[in-house]
Protein backbone atom coordinates (compact mmCIF):
# COMPACT_ATOMS: atom_id res chain seq x y z
CA UNK A 1 0.00 0.00 0.00
CA UNK A 2 1.00 3.64 -0.80
CA UNK A 3 0.23 6.10 2.22
CA UNK A 4 1.16 9.82 1.94
CA UNK A 5 0.94 12.03 5.11
CA UNK A 6 -0.54 15.49 5.20
CA UNK A 7 0.60 18.15 7.51
CA UNK A 8 -1.75 21.11 6.77
CA UNK A 9 -0.69 23.96 8.14
CA UNK A 10 1.07 26.45 6.14
CA UNK A 11 2.94 27.79 9.10
CA UNK A 12 6.45 28.04 9.44
CA UNK A 13 6.70 26.66 12.83
CA UNK A 14 3.80 24.86 12.97
CA UNK A 15 2.41 22.26 15.63
CA UNK A 16 0.70 20.71 13.12
CA UNK A 17 3.53 19.34 11.25
CA UNK A 18 5.45 18.31 14.88
CA UNK A 19 2.33 16.06 15.47
CA UNK A 20 2.54 14.60 11.63
CA UNK A 21 6.16 14.10 10.94
CA UNK A 22 5.62 11.52 14.59
CA UNK A 23 2.29 10.07 12.25
CA UNK A 24 4.78 9.74 9.33
CA UNK A 25 7.64 8.30 11.25
CA UNK A 26 5.11 5.47 12.99
CA UNK A 27 3.43 4.87 9.62
CA UNK A 28 6.74 4.36 8.16
CA UNK A 29 8.29 1.49 10.06
CA UNK A 30 4.79 0.55 9.20
CA UNK A 31 4.33 0.56 5.84
CA UNK A 32 7.83 1.79 4.17
CA UNK A 33 6.24 3.13 1.01
CA UNK A 34 4.75 6.21 2.98
CA UNK A 35 5.65 10.15 1.88
CA UNK A 36 5.13 13.12 3.59
CA UNK A 37 3.48 16.15 2.44
CA UNK A 38 4.71 19.32 5.16
CA UNK A 39 2.45 22.64 3.88
CA UNK A 40 5.11 24.32 6.15
CA UNK A 41 7.55 24.10 4.08
CA UNK A 42 5.60 26.61 1.73
CA UNK A 43 6.32 25.17 -1.73
CA UNK A 44 2.85 24.23 -2.40
CA UNK A 45 1.23 27.26 -5.22
CA UNK A 46 -2.21 28.52 -4.58
CA UNK A 47 -4.05 26.83 -7.22
CA UNK A 48 -5.13 28.81 -10.58
CA UNK A 49 -6.89 26.57 -12.69
CA UNK A 50 -6.76 23.93 -14.25
CA UNK A 51 -5.40 24.88 -17.34
CA UNK A 52 -2.17 26.75 -15.45
CA UNK A 53 1.67 25.76 -15.51
CA UNK A 54 2.83 24.71 -11.69
CA UNK A 55 6.06 24.11 -10.08
CA UNK A 56 7.53 20.59 -9.37
CA UNK A 57 6.32 20.15 -5.49
CA UNK A 58 2.90 20.84 -6.53
CA UNK A 59 2.67 18.56 -9.00
CA UNK A 60 4.66 16.27 -6.90
CA UNK A 61 2.45 16.38 -4.05
CA UNK A 62 -0.80 16.14 -6.30
CA UNK A 63 0.33 13.04 -7.67
CA UNK A 64 1.31 11.54 -4.58
CA UNK A 65 -1.98 11.76 -3.04
CA UNK A 66 -4.02 10.76 -6.12
CA UNK A 67 -1.42 7.66 -6.57
CA UNK A 68 -1.77 6.62 -2.37
CA UNK A 69 -4.10 4.46 -1.15
CA UNK A 70 -4.09 5.89 2.12
CA UNK A 71 -4.36 9.46 3.27
CA UNK A 72 -3.13 10.18 6.88
CA UNK A 73 -4.56 14.32 7.58
CA UNK A 74 -3.37 16.73 9.84
CA UNK A 75 -4.74 19.72 10.23
CA UNK A 76 -5.10 22.81 12.91
CA UNK A 77 -8.29 25.03 13.49
CA UNK A 78 -7.73 28.50 12.04
CA UNK A 79 -11.26 30.57 12.35
CA UNK A 80 -13.87 27.15 13.19
CA UNK A 81 -12.06 25.74 9.74
CA UNK A 82 -9.30 23.24 8.91
CA UNK A 83 -6.53 25.18 6.69
CA UNK A 84 -6.64 27.24 4.08
CA UNK A 85 -3.70 25.53 2.92
CA UNK A 86 -5.38 22.00 3.13
CA UNK A 87 -8.37 22.85 1.27
CA UNK A 88 -6.00 24.61 -1.78
CA UNK A 89 -4.06 21.52 -1.90
CA UNK A 90 -7.15 19.64 -2.35
CA UNK A 91 -7.78 21.65 -5.43
CA UNK A 92 -4.90 20.14 -7.61
CA UNK A 93 -7.00 16.26 -6.72
CA UNK A 94 -9.04 14.49 -9.13
CA UNK A 95 -12.03 12.85 -7.86
CA UNK A 96 -11.67 10.31 -10.56
CA UNK A 97 -8.68 9.19 -9.10
CA UNK A 98 -9.69 8.83 -5.68
CA UNK A 99 -12.36 6.54 -5.49
CA UNK A 100 -12.30 3.65 -2.66
CA UNK A 101 -9.25 5.39 -0.80
CA UNK A 102 -9.31 5.22 3.02
CA UNK A 103 -8.11 7.95 5.05
CA UNK A 104 -7.29 9.15 9.02
CA UNK A 105 -7.88 12.55 10.60
CA UNK A 106 -5.89 14.76 12.81
CA UNK A 107 -7.26 17.83 14.33
CA UNK A 108 -5.06 19.78 16.51
CA UNK A 109 -6.12 22.93 18.47
CA UNK A 110 -4.93 25.54 21.14
CA UNK A 111 -8.21 24.88 23.50
CA UNK A 112 -10.94 22.00 23.27
CA UNK A 113 -13.51 23.51 21.11
CA UNK A 114 -14.73 22.99 17.56
CA UNK A 115 -13.27 19.46 16.59
CA UNK A 116 -16.33 17.95 15.66
CA UNK A 117 -17.02 20.64 13.78
CA UNK A 118 -14.14 20.71 11.92
CA UNK A 119 -14.01 16.98 11.32
CA UNK A 120 -17.18 17.07 9.60
CA UNK A 121 -16.07 19.75 7.22
CA UNK A 122 -12.95 17.15 6.42
CA UNK A 123 -15.06 14.25 6.07
CA UNK A 124 -17.48 15.66 4.01
CA UNK A 125 -14.53 17.34 1.62
CA UNK A 126 -13.23 13.40 2.04
CA UNK A 127 -17.04 12.56 0.44
CA UNK A 128 -16.96 14.56 -2.47
CA UNK A 129 -13.55 12.52 -3.16
CA UNK A 130 -15.27 9.18 -2.37
CA UNK A 131 -12.95 8.32 0.19
CA UNK A 132 -13.62 6.20 3.19
CA UNK A 133 -12.53 8.02 5.98
CA UNK A 134 -12.17 6.29 9.68
CA UNK A 135 -14.56 7.61 11.95
CA UNK A 136 -12.31 7.95 14.70
CA UNK A 137 -10.01 10.91 14.57
CA UNK A 138 -7.50 12.08 16.83
CA UNK A 139 -8.00 15.35 18.65
CA UNK A 140 -5.51 17.25 20.12
CA UNK A 141 -4.26 20.60 21.39
CA UNK A 142 -1.17 22.41 21.73
CA UNK A 143 -0.60 21.04 25.58
CA UNK A 144 0.42 18.03 23.99
CA UNK A 145 3.49 19.62 22.29
CA UNK A 146 6.19 20.70 24.41
CA UNK A 147 10.07 21.50 23.20
CA UNK A 148 9.14 20.25 19.86
CA UNK A 149 7.75 17.07 20.55
CA UNK A 150 4.59 15.44 21.67
CA UNK A 151 4.99 15.00 25.08
CA UNK A 152 1.65 13.58 26.04
CA UNK A 153 2.12 9.55 25.95
CA UNK A 154 -1.73 9.55 25.77
CA UNK A 155 -1.74 12.01 22.40
CA UNK A 156 1.15 9.51 21.18
CA UNK A 157 -0.97 6.78 21.73
CA UNK A 158 -4.46 7.88 20.45
CA UNK A 159 -1.99 8.68 16.96
CA UNK A 160 -0.42 5.59 16.71
CA UNK A 161 -4.10 3.82 17.06
CA UNK A 162 -5.37 5.97 14.59
CA UNK A 163 -2.86 5.05 11.67
CA UNK A 164 -2.99 1.15 13.03
CA UNK A 165 -6.98 1.53 12.22
CA UNK A 166 -6.55 3.43 9.11
CA UNK A 167 -4.48 1.26 7.80
CA UNK A 168 -6.44 -1.85 8.78
CA UNK A 169 -9.40 -0.67 7.04
CA UNK A 170 -7.05 -0.20 3.96
CA UNK A 171 -6.37 -3.51 4.31
CA UNK A 172 -9.08 -4.69 4.56
CA UNK A 173 -10.96 -2.97 1.82
CA UNK A 174 -8.23 -4.14 -0.97
CA UNK A 175 -8.35 -7.45 0.47
CA UNK A 176 -11.79 -7.46 -0.93
Request: hydrophobic fraction near 35%; proline fraction near 3%.
Amino acid sequence: MKVVVISGSPRKNANTQIIMKYVYEYAKSKNQDTKLINLSEGQIECYRGPDEQYNEPTKTAANDIMDADVWLIGSPIYNSFFSSSLKNLFEYINYKKTVGKVAGITILASGNIGFVNVQTLITQLLSYFRVITNPKAVFLTTESINDNIISDVDAQNRLKEMVDETLEIASKLHQG
